[in-house]
């Protein structure tokens, strides 16, 4: 029976130091600011969008949301954020996924600064990433809160072998990037990996990685024994329930760590998003943070 990897606890653990280093910038007379735009009344962004505006104030981070209706023209943000990135106060912005199809989201990602790409989605940042340059830089969040999980953890990524399946620029490609900086052999998969091939590397693999949006996927029968497996999927199935991209009674007894869904990989992304927010924003005015802070 597999270990539950507790996100919940993790994060807020997370937010808690998050919440130090607020304290620590105000007493130098800074306050972080975030910057949110949401386009449109897409109903499961405004639940993401109101979750993090609550964590946000908690921890002590500024958090305006810019709200507006689904015929914006691409114009209108792309001033409204030129006018963000000249924004002193503000240290990290971020345009809520998905946006309305008249706008591109590739030119909206670029127009933002990649001082100031809290979602590191910025081709500056992502090449920054890919390249495994020294220094710092925003990364995105889902990837590098699950790096957060699995260090508090004790899994050590170099020697191992590493699964990836999905291939998104929010989870997947970082993911990918980030492992291999951590000197795992990663093998990233995707729609277009054969079915046969799938289950040959998932049985080799001590660490698997899914974020597809296809509910049960993977299944028990797929893993390794004792593998660590962390579901970044979150679906709603006809019922109301909620479920992963792993078919978790079937993996889970033969799991050695496994995320549940809810509860696991989710709550690390908004606590993520907190914690580049605060680095950003002592970035930006100076002000030197305590050492190791990020250490769950």
Do not use: C
């Not at 869904?261 to 914690?275: H, K, N, S, Y």
């Amino acid at each position: 029976m597999a270990k539950l990897i507790d996100g919940k606890a993790i994060a807020k653990a997370l937010r808690a130091s998050v919440t130090e280093q607020a304290t620590r910038l105000s007493e130098a007379g800074v306050v972080p600011g975030l910057a949110v735009i949401l386009v449109g009344d897409d109903p499961a962004s405004e639940i993401y969008v109101r979750n993090k505006e609550r964590a946000a104030s908690k921890a002590g981070v500024n958090a305006q949301t810019i709200r507006y209706d689904a015929e914006t023209a691409e114009e209108t943000l792309l001033a409204k954020i030129a006018e963000l990135n000249a924004d002193t106060s503000v240290d990290a912005i971020l345009v809520q996924s998905p946006v309305p199809g008249h706008i591109d989201e590739h030119k909206i990602q670029e127009a933002i600064s990649p001082a100031k790409d809290v979602d590191g989605f910025h081709p500056e940042n992502i090449g920054r990433l890919y390249a495994n340059r020294e220094g710092y830089y925003p990364i995105a969040n889902t990837p590098r809160g699950i790096m957060t999980m699995l260090a508090h953890e004790g899994v050590k990524l170099a020697g191992k072998n590493v699964v990836i399946i999905g291939r998104s620029i929010l989870v997947g490609r970082p993911m990918f990037a980030l492992a291999q900086a951590a000197d795992a052999t990663v093998s990233l998969l995707h729609r277009y990996t054969p079915d046969n091939l799938r289950h040959e590397l998932l049985q080799q693999a001590d660490v698997v990685i899914v974020a597809t949006g296809v509910a049960g996927l993977v299944t028990g029968a797929d893993l390794k024994a004792g593998a660590t497996v962390i579901d970044v999927g979150i679906n709603r199935m006809a019922d109301g329930s909620l479920v992963g991209d792993v078919d978790f009674a079937s993996a889970e007894p033969v799991a050695g760590l496994i995320t549940p869904v809810p509860g696991g990989v989710g709550p690390m992304t908004i606590a993520t998003l907190l914690q580049t927010t605060a680095e950003l924003a002592a970035l930006h005015h100076g002000v030197t943070l305590e050492a190791g802070w990020q250490t769950i």
